[in-house]
C-alpha cells in the first residue's frame, strides 16, 4: 500500500476497491484520484482534459508508484461513458465507489439562455450521475454494496443568479440523491451529496475570484480559512469508507459554515 500523506486518516476498507470518478484530471477530482491511489485503492477516471489526466497519473507514479487508469471521456456522451465504466471494471474489477465529481459552472445570462445551452448544461451538470449509477449499480449489486458520493453546489442555496442553469442540475443531484438511495438501500448501495462551498482551486481563483469575492467568501464562512480541495476529499473518503455503512441518502456540506 502507498505511504499516507502527513496526517491523512487511514480506511483499510478501501484497500483494493475499485474506484471510478469522473471529472479527475484536475482541481477537487485530481485531489480524489490521489488521494483514492494513496489508501491503496484501483482507482480509474475520465476527463477530457488529457495534458493534466497524463501529467497527473505521470506525477503519481514517480511520487507514489502508483498509476490510476485514466480513460478520456466526453461525459455528455453516455454511451462513451457506459463503456468507460466497463472498461474500467475489466482493469480493476467491479466498480465499489462512484464519484459523479465532473461539473461545469461557467456563468451564463438567465436573459440570453438558449433552449440547447440549457440541454447542454444538464447534459454535463446532472444527467452524467444518473446513468453512471445506473450502469454501476450491477456491479454492487454483486459485491453485496457499494458507494455513490454526487458532488452538488451550495450555489443554488445562495439563490445565485449567474448561471441557473448550473444551479438547476445541482439543486436537481440531491433529488436524484434520495431517490437513488432509496431504489438501492436494499442492495447496501449508499448514495449520498457531498456539497462543497467556495473551493480556491486554480480555475475559481483565474475566473471568479476577485478581492471583493474573497471578502464575501470570508465574512460568510463562520470559519475563516480558505476551503482547500483536501477539505472535500476528506469527507469523500469518509462516505466511500466502510465507515460510514449506515449512511445513505443524506447531504453533507463542507464549507466552512456558509448555508
Request: charged share 20%.
Amino acid at each position: 500500500m502507498p505511504t499516507l500523506l502527513k496526517g491523512e486518516t487511514c480506511y483499510p476498507s478501501l484497500n483494493g476497491k475499485s474506484v471510478f470518478i469522473t471529472g479527475g484530471g484536475t482541481s477537487i477530482g485530481a485531489a480524489m484520484v490521489e488521494r483514492f491511489c494513496l489508501q491503496g485503492a484501483k482507482v480509474a477516471f475520465v476527463d477530457i482534459a488529457d495534458e493534466p489526466s497524463r501529467g497527473l497519473c505521470s506525477r503519481l507514479a514517480e511520487q507514489h508508484q502508483v498509476t490510476p487508469l485514466y480513460l478520456h471521456c466526453d461525459i455528455k456522451d453516455v454511451e462513451a461513458l457506459k463503456d468507460a465504466i466497463s472498461e474500467a471494471q475489466k482493469a480493476h474489477g467491479d466498480i465499489s465507489v462512484l464519484i459523479n465529481n465532473a461539473a461545469d459552472d461557467t456563468r451564463h445570462d438567465m436573459d440570453e439562455l438558449t433552449v440547447e445551452y440549457w440541454d447542454e448544461r444538464l447534459a454535463i451538470n446532472l444527467r452524467p450521475c444518473f446513468f453512471s449509477a445506473q450502469a454501476v449499480a450491477p456491479q454492487m449489486q454483486r459485491q453485496g454494496g457499494g458507494s455513490i458520493i454526487n458532488l452538488g453546489s451550495i450555489s443554488w442555496r445562495l439563490k445565485q443568479t449567474c448561471m441557473p442553469a448550473y444551479t438547476t442540475a445541482k439543486a436537481g443531484i440531491e433529488g436524484l440523491t434520495r431517490s437513488l438511495a432509496g431504489q438501492y438501500g436494499k442492495d447496501h448501495i449508499r448514495v449520498n451529496t457531498l456539497i462543497p462551498g467556495w473551493v480556491m482551486t486554480p480555475r475559481q481563483i483565474s475566473r471568479w475570484v476577485n478581492p471583493d469575492i474573497a471578502k464575501e467568501i470570508q465574512a460568510n464562512q463562520c470559519i475563516k480559512e480558505n476551503l482547500q480541495p483536501d477539505d472535500i476529499v476528506n469527507a469523500a473518503l469518509f462516505l466511500a469508507a466502510d465507515d460510514s455503512r449506515m449512511l445513505t441518502a443524506q447531504t453533507l456540506i463542507v464549507d466552512g459554515g456558509w448555508v
